[in-house]
C-alpha cells in the first residue's frame, strides 16, 4: 500500500513541476558552488586593483576546495532549506482544504500508513537529489582544485542528510495542524524560531538539530572530531521521531 501511495505521489511530483524545481535547485547549487569558491576572490581582486592607486589594499588568501564545499553546504542551509519549506509545506494541508484528503481515506486508506508514505517519498526524492548534488559538486571541486580527501565532505553531506531528516519531519508536523499551507508555513516558523532562540543557549547546543549545520562547516574545516557529533545526530533523529510521531498523531484524530 505504501509503495502504491507513494506512487501517487510521485506523479503529483510530476504534474505539478515540483521535481524539476527541486531537482533544478540542487543541481544548480551544486555545480555554481565550487565555481563561485574558485573565482570569487579573482573578481573581487581585479575589483580593488583600480582601487590600490587611491591606497586601498586588500589580500585575500588563495581559495580551496574548502571554499568549495562551505559554499556548497551554505547554499544547501539557507536556499535548498527554503526550497524544500516551499515544495513541501503544502503537502498534507493543502489535501486537507482542497478535500481531495478526506477522499481519499474515504476509499479505505489508513491515514498512518498515507502521512507516512508522503514522508518516506519526500525524504527518499531530497536525499536522492542530495546525494546527485553532492556527486556533481564533488566532481567540479576536482576539476577546479586537483587532489583532495573526500572524507570530510562526505560526513558533512550526511550530516546534513540527517538534519534533512528532521527538516521534513518538522514540515510534515507543520504540515498535519494546518489547515492550509500559509497556516503550516506559520507554524513551522515558529517552532524553527523557538529552535533558534535554544540555539542561544551554549550548553544546550549539543541537543540542538540546528547545531548539525555548524558541525558540517567546522567537519569540512576539520575542526571537530566524530564524538561531537554523536549527541547532536542522536538528538536531531529523536526530535524528528516525535515531529513524525505528533503529525501522525494529530492526522489520525483529525476531523476533516
Known amino acids: 500500500m505504501i509503495l502504491k501511495l507513494m506512487k501517487k505521489e510521485w506523479k503529483e511530483f510530476i504534474k505539478t513541476g515540483k521535481f524539476y524545481a527541486l531537482l533544478f535547485s540542487f543541481l544548480f547549487f551544486a555545480v555554481s558552488s565550487p565555481a563561485i569558491a574558485k573565482f570569487t576572490p579573482e573578481i573581487i581582486k581585479s575589483i580593488v586593483e ?11 588568501p588563495p581559495p580551496t576546495w574548502k571554499d568549495s564545499f562551505l559554499q556548497f553546504l551554505k547554499n544547501l542551509n ?64 576536482f576539476f577546479l582544485f586537483s587532489n583532495f580527501p573526500i572524507e570530510n565532505s562526505l560526513f558533512s553531506t550526511l550530516l546534513y542528510g540527517i538534519y534533512l531528516f528532521f527538516i521534513l ?38 541537543y540542538n538539530p540546528l547545531y548539525l549545520s555548524s558541525l558540517e562547516n567546522m567537519w569540512i574545516i576539520g575542526s571537530v572530531e566524530l564524538k561531537e557529533a554523536i549527541k547532536p545526530i542522536i538528538s536531531t533523529i529523536i526530535f524528528s521521531f516525535i515531529f513524525l510521531f505528533l503529525g501522525v498523531l494529530h492526522f489520525n484524530n483529525q476531523e476533516l
Not at 51 to 59: D, E, F, H, S, T
Not at 101 to 111: D, L, T
Not at 174 to 191: P, R, V
Not at 195 to 201: G, K, V
Open 169 to 206: 519531519s518538522l514540515i510534515l508536523f507543520s504540515s498535519s495542524l494546518g489547515n492550509n499551507t500559509i497556516q503550516s508555513a506559520g507554524i513551522f516558523l515558529g517552532i524553527f524560531i523557538l529552535f533558534n532562540i535554544f540555539s542561544l543557549f551554549p550548553n544546550l547546543n549539543s
Open 50 to 60: 583600480s582601487q590600490q592607486a587611491q591606497g586601498v589594499m586588500i589580500q585575500l
Open 78 to 141: 539557507q536556499i535548498i532549506f527554503l526550497i524544500l519549506v516551499i515544495v513541501f509545506i503544502g503537502s498534507i494541508a493543502e489535501e486537507k482544504s482542497k478535500g481531495t484528503a478526506i477522499m481519499i481515506v474515504s476509499k479505505g486508506i489508513n491515514r498512518v500508513i498515507w502521512v507516512i508514505s508522503k514522508f518516506i517519498f519526500q525524504f527518499l526524492i531530497s536525499f536522492v537529489f542530495l546525494l546527485i548534488s553532492y556527486i556533481l559538486c564533488l566532481y567540479y571541486t
